[in-house]
């Protein structure tokens, strides 16, 4: 669902994703995979949410989890 929700925000011109965070790097590999073919920038990547959270640069965070 993750991924739903980002695709469908990258659809505004002015919202670029600047950072992936998942505990499986098969994930983030699949995830930076399909954002190359919609935008050129390259995103942060993290292993661990905290990081994530610490970074002062990003404005947003889109959070997907299991719906069980």
């Known amino acids: ?3 739903s929700n980002t695709s469908s925000i990258l659809k505004m011109a002015d919202v670029d994703l600047v950072g992936i ?4 790097q098969n994930v983030i590999d699949k995830r930076l ?9 390259k995103p942060k990547t993290y ?8 970074d002062q640069s990003i ?5 997907g989890t299991p719906d069980h």
């Open 33 to 41: 995979a399909d954002y190359s073919k919609v935008r050129s920038n």
């Open 59 to 63: 404005d947003a965070i889109i959070i």
């Open 21 to 24: 965070c998942d505990v499986d």
């Open 1 to 3: 669902m993750g991924w």
């Open 47 to 54: 292993g661990d949410y905290r990081e994530l959270l610490n």
